[in-house]
């Protein structure tokens, strides 16, 4: 199994990136998957997670703000991340649901 997440970067408040995962070794169209975060010195949160068929649910930190979607014929989940705020620093991490396995995650700053 890989997790290949990529996209993170450094942006201002208020800003927007897109981080993807690549993900390989499994199934990718039958799992759910989740995006989860680790900001500096804080436990690893989930931020939301899609279901197989492409419905998502988020955390409230983040409802309205972010944006999980899925590309199935490119094995790719995408975190669509807009009015991004300096709270949202961390690194990202795409994870598929009730497996205990992690890729290196995607670092996220926002800060001005």
């Known amino acids: 199994v890989q997790l290949q997440a990529s996209g993170g970067g450094l942006v201002q408040p208020g800003g927007s990136l897109r981080p993807s995962c690549k993900a390989s070794?499994?199934?990718?169209?039958?799992?759910?998957m989740d995006w989860y975060r680790q900001a500096p010195g804080k436990e690893r949160e989930l931020v939301g997670t899609i279901s197989s068929g492409g419905s998502a649910n988020y955390t409230d930190s983040v409802q309205g703000r972010f944006t999980i979607s899925r590309e199935y014929a490119r094995n790719t989940l995408y975190l669509q991340m807009n009015n991004l705020k300096p709270e949202d620093t961390g690194r990202y991490y795409c994870?598929?649901?009730?497996?205990?396995?992690w890729g290196q995650g995607t670092l996220v700053t926002v800060s001005s």
């Open positions: 070794g499994f199934i990718f169209r039958f799992n759910a």
């Open positions: 994870h598929r649901t009730g497996y205990d396995y």
